[in-house]
């Protein structure tokens, strides 16, 4: 199971390119982590990178699955909320999306757009 040490250094080996972005501006705690790889991964759908973005799916589909609590929940209240940004502003490349989108990070997303609908 990933703790938050652990957390950093798997981003920091698969996504090499946030490092110089995190020495430039150190962040600190998982929401933060998780911002930047959310912003991240909504500038690689911005310039249509879907092998970047499809990455980056992985990468946090690896740390929900396998993450401690406190990862999960930074995961689903930072990244997975943050998701409908991408998805919203996106709308004619929301079905590629989401077919890129693991189906355990679809599926708090599901769960969270039915609690906001309540």
Not at 8 to 16: A, C, N, R, V
């Amino acid at each position: 199971m990933f703790n938050d040490t652990e957390a950093g250094k798997l981003i920091s080996q698969e996504l090499p390119e946030l490092n110089e972005r995190f020495e430039k501006a150190p962040v600190q705690g998982l929401h933060k982590i998780m911002r930047a790889l959310f912003d991240y991964t909504r500038e690689k759908v911005d310039i249509y990178d879907l092998s970047a973005v499809g990455k980056c799916f992985s990468v946090v589909e690896r740390l929900y699955d396998s993450g401690d609590a406190a990862i999960r929940n930074a995961i689903e209240s930072v990244y997975v909320f943050s998701l409908e940004k991408i998805l919203c502003n996106t709308c004619k490349h929301k079905a590629e999306l989401m077919n890129l989108i693991p189906e355990s990070i679809q599926g708090a997303y599901v769960r969270q757009m039915i609690c906001s609908n309540i």
